[in-house]
């Protein structure tokens, strides 16, 4: 089965910092793999995807991952922080059991500091 | 654009009632979803569809019923309700190929509390 490692439970950075938010995956093939965002009491939204094509991704709101075969990563990324990236952030795998499926991590809240 | 709406936003059942949780999407999407969301534990998949008249279990279906009468709605019905099931529970749709990209949208969630 598919399944995906949020391996920080929270990241706090001061604004105008860098970002980075890890991922790591385990699957029996080529997976697709996403991010998403949940700001406070709303739903979530798709960040970003790959789904095999190039491997680096790029999001919005400036956000981009890398996919690592070797390393079995899809961190996500971002070079500056804005006040308004403080959020919930969930790596999520696509499973094919039959039916088409995504494994949601666990979370990373993301909390930004003047 | 409405999207996804889910209905009621917050709820204080106590055990043993009974309630339903709307979902309505106005997007035309085939596929329909419910999760759960706990502390620590992600998102669970609860039921989903593929279409009207088409239902299936996900990984915590117990205590859990759905149908799919029309496209656009999807309620989920808690039967006899336990405080184990006080959680945030989120509808999620999308076209049918969608799945396989990830592509799901989400309603902004329904608080459930059960005493």
């Known amino acids: 089965a598919q399944s995906v490692t949020q391996l920080d439970s929270h990241v706090s950075v001061s604004e105008g910092t860098p970002v980075l938010l890890r991922c790591n995956y385990s699957?029996?093939?080529?997976?697709?793999l996403f991010w998403y965002v949940q700001h406070p009491n709303k739903g979530l939204q798709l960040l970003l995807k790959?789904?095999?094509?190039?491997?680096l991704v790029k999001g919005i709101n400036g956000f981009e991952a890398e996919f690592k075969k070797s390393e079995t990563s899809f961190h996500l990324t971002k070079p500056s922080a804005h006040m308004s990236d403080a959020a919930e952030y969930f790596c999520?795998?696509?499973?094919?059991?039959?039916?088409?499926?995504?494994?949601f991590g666990t979370g990373t809240r993301l909390l930004v500091s003047p | 654009n409405a999207g996804v709406t889910q209905t009621p936003k917050f709820q204080v059942l106590k055990t043993g009632q009974s309630m339903t949780l709307q979902c309505a999407q106005d997007?035309?999407?085939?596929?329909m979803s419910w999760y759960r969301q706990d502390p620590g534990m992600g998102l669970r998949l609860i039921h989903y569809?593929?279409?009207?008249?088409?239902?299936d279990q996900g990984e915590v279906p117990n205590g859990y019923n759905v149908s799919r009468s029309t496209t656009e709605d999807f309620p989920l019905r808690l039967l006899s309700a336990a405080p184990s099931q006080t959680s945030v529970y989120f509808c999620?749709?999308?076209?049918?190929?969608?799945?396989?990209?990830?592509?799901?949208?989400f309603g902004e969630g329904s608080r459930l509390t059960v005493l």
């Open positions: 999620a749709s999308t076209r049918a190929g969608g799945i396989r990209t990830g592509e799901l949208f």
């Open positions: 699957s029996s093939y080529s997976p697709s």
């Open positions: 790959y789904t095999s094509a190039a491997t």
């Open positions: 999520v795998v696509s499973e094919n059991t039959g039916f088409q499926k995504l494994v």
């Open positions: 997007m035309n999407h085939e596929y």
């Open positions: 569809s593929v279409g009207a008249g088409i239902t």
